[in-house]
């Protein structure tokens, strides 16, 4: 089946006496076992599994063409319970630009019992020459936040490869229908489902897909299971609702992201803008590869300092001045504000997400606040 009929169809796969089309909530934390000690229903407590959290796991699977899924209580937590996975002094090997509360993680959890290097990812010899005898895991994250930086999966699935590494790739920005990891070569993908999974700013969520049911898979689910960051039905149950209309939401997304991105490049007060669909992007190629459309994601510099930066910013009307992405609607961040004084990401850098709203609306809200 094509990604748009799955996404309806895979969580809806539940029978039951009351012959529910859409499935029901399941609160449920305990299960019925039967006479001879087992769990005729498939499920035995919920912290371990239950049928809508099993529901959005197999349709994410499913969706990124892999084996297995395992969703999580955030984004976030797909990222501790991969590096909890990691014998304590592997290496790995992560971007420069890394999702900064991931890459807080490893700063300031992990600090003692991982190595970790960042390095500029769109560098595939430094990709090579960083690799130590002790790397354990290439993070990748394509597009990248903020800068939209594009990195070649295919080619650091090889790298990886050959050096016995696990490949992840956090492909929030991605989504599965714009591009899928596994299918290139990785062997983990995540994604917050937080973003365009949920897709409505209503739901916390994150989930790791394996290519393989392979030994480290078995320790992920592990974590999961006995350390137990697991998301609650009614998340699962959103989650499963929100990923019905996914492939269409993501369309709207690419139509309107390249419109604005357009509109953006041509805007006097506009100094770069950073977004893979632009002919002009450095890895417009790459982008082009491995990705079906370039999404709703963008970044501009604003010409001036931060003080005309943060004038844009608080003078948009229908855009949201707040974090996060991949709702309906659109939203508007100062990121270096967000990210405090260690970040690179500059000062006069706004990120948007292009929500579902009519592009002309969009862009009238950026016109009129750019001047
Ligand atoms: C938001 C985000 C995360 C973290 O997800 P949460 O659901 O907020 O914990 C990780 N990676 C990327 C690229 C993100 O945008």
């Not at 895979?10 to 029901?24: E, H, I």
Request: charged share 20%; hydrophobic share 35%; aromatic share 8%.
């Amino acid at each position: 089946m094509k990604p748009e009929t799955l996404a309806i169809h895979a969580s809806n796969l539940v029978k039951n006496t009351t012959g529910d089309v859409t499935p029901p909530i399941n609160l449920s934390t305990t299960f019925f076992r039967d006479e001879n000690g087992g769990y005729p229903g498939g499920h035995m407590y919920s912290r371990v599994s239950n049928p809508n959290r099993s529901a959005l796991e197999n349709t994410v699977a499913k969706l990124e063409y892999g084996e297995d899924a395992a969703a999580f209580a955030s984004g976030n937590n797909c990222g501790m319970s991969l590096f909890q996975a990691l014998k304590p002094g592997s290496h790995i090997l992560a971007p420069d630009d890394m999702y900064w509360g991931i890459k807080k993680q490893l700063l300031t959890i992990f600090n003692d019992s991982l190595e970790f290097d960042f390095v500029d990812q769109t560098d595939l010899e430094l990709i090579k020459k960083s690799i130590k005898p002790n790397t354990q895991m290439i993070w990748i994250e394509t597009p990248s936040n903020p800068l939209l930086k594009v990195t070649d999966i295919e080619e650091i699935a090889k790298i990886a490869k050959a050096n016995g590494a696990i490949l992840v790739c956090d492909s929030t920005f991605g989504t599965p229908v714009l591009q899928n990891p596994i299918l290139l070569g990785a062997n983990i993908v995540m994604h917050s489902s937080t973003k365009y999974l949920g897709g409505h700013s209503d739901v916390l969520g994150g989930i790791v897909v394996t290519a393989k049911k392979d030994e480290f898979w078995e320790k992920i689910r592990n974590i999961q299971q006995t350390g137990g960051a697991v998301p609650s039905p009614f998340d699962c149950y959103l989650l499963c609702r929100s990923i019905k209309t996914l492939a269409y939401r993501v369309k709207g997304h690419c139509e309107s992201g390249k419109t604005v991105a357009d509109y953006l490049v041509r805007h006097p007060n506009v100094e770069a803008v950073f977004y893979p669909g632009l002919e002009s992007h450095p890895q417009h190629e790459i982008a082009k590869k491995q990705m079906k459309d370039f999404g709703g994601m963008m970044s501009f510099l604003v010409k001036g300092g931060v003080e005309e930066t943060i004038k844009v910013v608080n003078k948009v009307q229908l855009f949201a001045q707040a974090t996060s992405l991949g709702g309906v609607e659109s939203l508007i961040e100062h990121r270096y504000s967000v990210e405090g004084p260690d970040s690179k990401t500059p000062k006069n850098l706004l990120r948007i997400s292009v929500g579902l709203e009519h592009v002309d609306d969009i862009i009238a809200d950026l016109a009129q606040a750019l001047g």
